[in-house]
């Protein structure tokens, strides 16, 4: 195991076993691209669902990709959220449920479009950052900044890649939260109008689609509260307030807004990603 590899798997308190599945998945996906890839500005959508460990793969991912020559920036979906402001309009103006980020329908579609074409391109570009203490946009002033353009560019996020659903699909509610505050079900028609319609420009440069699979949606709610178990705790170590981490309720409720796309990804991604990653209930990727 590399130096960086030992000082990364500490810093994210990950067992020294995970080196197993950088050898056995992470450096053959990083061939993969290497061989694959087009030109600059290569896109590799990562998607899974939350706490599926995208980001640590990501981060991997772009070590060795780095270590093979190669320029990588990473882009996280959740970087693109609308501001809060932005959201209590749409909360406003279309469907309260909109002011929660998480759903298309929530980002910043141009923003992202742009950041990517930008990325192939001469130059220096902003990265955009979204601050989820504060559930706003961070000031772009504190965005990271990089030279293009760039080889690969690894674009993660929990609905990276989707597509929408049948209308028909849209009809019964999944859960308590579309039964009871969707009955109409005028907020996950717009969802899934914008997966049809602006987040085909978003995902369109994508070049080759990663799935990481979780065994199913009841598992991710198990996930997500452990995530922000861990914030709590460090959170209280560093002396910040707690209130900042959701608790097991409210974990539970921002779930909801998730289900019914996760639940459709799981469904139907399979079939037509380039690389698909099996994880068990652990977390841990079988493949």
């Known amino acids: 195991m590399d130096d960086w590899l030992s000082r990364f798997l500490a810093a994210e308190g990950l067992p020294p076993a995970y080196a197993q599945v950088v050898e056995r998945v992470c450096t053959p996906l990083a061939d993969t691209i290497v061989a694959r890839r087009t030109g600059p500005g290569f896109v590799v959508g990562i998607c899974g669902a939350q706490g599926s460990g995208k980001s640590t793969l990501s981060a991997v991912l772009a070590h060795q990709l780095e270590a093979r020559g190669l320029k990588v920036a990473t882009l996280s979906i959740d970087d693109l959220y609308l501001t809060r402001a932005e959201r209590q309009v749409l909360a406003r103006e279309v469907h309260p449920l909109l002011a929660t980020r998480g759903v298309p329908g929530t980002h910043d579609v141009d923003l992202g479009v742009q950041v990517l074409a930008a990325l192939a391109q001469s ?59 969707d009955a109409g079900g005028a907020w996950r028609a717009y969802v899934n109008a914008a997966l049809a319609g602006p987040y085909r420009r978003l995902f369109a440069p994508i070049g080759f689609q990663v799935l990481l699979r979780a065994p199913g949606f009841e598992v991710v709610l198990a996930w997500r509260r452990e995530q922000e178990a861990k914030l709590r705790a460090r959170l209280a170590a560093e002396g910040q307030d707690q209130g900042r981490a959701m608790d097991d309720a409210g974990v539970a409720r921002f779930i909801a807004h998730y289900e019914r796309l996760t639940r459709w990804i799981l469904a139907d991604m399979p079939a037509r990603a380039d690389l698909v990653l099996p994880m068990d209930e652990g977390r841990k990727i079988i493949a």
């Not at 990271?144 to 028909?168: K, N, S, T, Y």
């Open 123 to 181: 130059g220096r570009i902003a990265l955009p950052r979204f601050d989820k203490a504060v559930d706003d946009r961070a000031a772009p002033e504190t965005w990271p900044v990089i030279a293009g353009p760039v080889d690969v560019i690894l674009f993660e996020g929990w609905c990276v890649g989707a597509r929408p659903q049948a209308e028909a699909d849209l009809a019964a509610p999944v859960n308590t939260l579309e039964r009871e505050e």
